[in-house]
């Protein structure tokens, strides 16, 4: 991957081809080995007036031969690309398939950037001037109400994650923030502040799926839809594509939410971290945040399952198309060794990685299994 940053004075096209470049280097292949691109971008019209990524990377990359195709899936995007990858593998379409995402986020004025998010919700929730940011805060309002939570809890996600990404060189963010930080930045849509909610980025990932043996192995990548208007839900604190994608995704590996080592979470804003970690399994309804403060998602401690290990989408960064691959990126290096000691998890066996379009409405669940 690239490292992910506010603003990156390379263009898109550049900073897929690097990504692409790299993943390449790490799995030792040429490119004229790869048979399928799957490039994965959320609004490349909109944020940088252009179009034709996968044609244009193809040609970058001195590609002849190999198919290629554009994935988007709004915030889920990244994971799409994958799965489009996987499925092409399985079914013997590709041996060698290059799944790379990306998004330059900065060439945007932020009141157009803040628009173009802002259409990924139902028409009619859009219509009524409802956010992103305005259902994570009403989420967050109602489980800190229902569940005994506190709001330094909250604050703790935050904490942890930017501790994370400090000792990530690819990450956005490289400070510590404490508790009194988070609840001292600004509102945004209370009770969230603006240390709650992930940044807008700039930035590339890709990764190398292929038939022949690896030391990392994809033992199941799974998507799901949830309803589309939060309104419609039965209960606002439910994700539940993250919650059929899990499902599909531990019945996939033949495993369960005890095995998992390692978990990249779709934390644009804090509470999503305790949503989904309660959908998928790791704790049970209204308990996530117990783990929270108990230090049970550090990525010390006996027993502990770490949880977003490269800083999140809070602090790593979110480059809509990138995010996802980013995601699996951060569990290959996890599973193989290849992080410094201070932010490695031991030596993990499975990881998963869950990537979530808008507030839920679709969502791609993937796990990997270390095999060396």
Not at 112 to 119: G, M, N
Not at 170 to 187: C, G, M
Request: aromatic share 4%.
């Amino acid at each position: 991957m690239t490292t992910f940053t506010g603003t990156d004075d390379r263009s898109l096209a550049e900073l897929l081809e690097i990504a692409a470049e790299r993943a390449l280097a790490d799995a030792d292949l040429e490119a004229s080995t790869v048979d399928s691109v799957h490039v994965g971008n959320m609004a490349a019209e909109a944020f940088n007036e252009t179009s034709g990524l996968a044609n244009a990377l193809t040609a970058s990359l001195g590609l002849s031969q190999a198919s290629a195709r554009r994935i988007e899936n709004t915030s889920a995007t990244g994971a799409s690309a994958v799965l489009d990858a996987v499925d092409a593998v399985r079914a013997g379409r590709s041996t060698v398939a290059l799944a790379v995402g990306g998004e330059k986020m900065s060439a945007a004025e932020t009141t157009v950037a803040t628009e173009i998010i802002s259409r990924i919700t139902h028409a009619q929730e859009y219509d009524q001037g409802i956010t992103l940011p305005s259902f994570a805060g009403l989420a967050a309002a109602q489980y800190l109400d229902a569940h005994g939570a506190t709001r330094r809890d909250l604050a703790q996600v935050a904490v942890k994650n930017h501790a994370n990404a400090r000792r990530n060189r690819y990450a956005q963010f490289d400070s510590d923030v404490t508790v009194t930080d988070v609840l001292e930045s600004p509102k945004v849509a209370t009770p969230l502040r603006l240390y709650d909610c992930c940044p807008t980025s700039d930035g590339a990932a890709a990764v190398i799926v292929t038939a022949a043996n690896a030391e990392v192995t994809v033992e199941a990548c799974e998507s799901a839809i949830g309803v589309h208007a939060v309104a419609d839900r039965r209960d606002p604190l439910r994700i539940e594509s993250v919650a059929a994608a899990g499902r599909a995704a531990y019945e996939a590996a033949d495993t369960g939410p005890d095995a998992i080592d390692v978990a990249c979470i779709h934390d644009a804003f804090t509470i999503l971290e305790w949503l989904e970690m309660e959908e998928l399994g790791f704790a049970e309804r209204g308990e996530a945040w117990r783990l929270t403060r108990n230090g049970r998602t550090e990525i010390e401690g006996d027993g502990n399952l770490a949880v977003n290990p490269g800083g999140g989408l809070k602090a790593r960064g979110h480059p809509l198309g990138a995010t996802g691959i980013s995601q699996l990126v951060e569990l290959v290096w996890q599973l193989r060794g290849d992080v410094p000691a201070d932010r490695a998890v031991g030596s993990p066996r499975y990881g998963l990685a869950i990537n979530v379009a808008g507030f839920g409405n679709n969502s791609v669940c993937t796990i990997v299994e270390a095999t060396g």
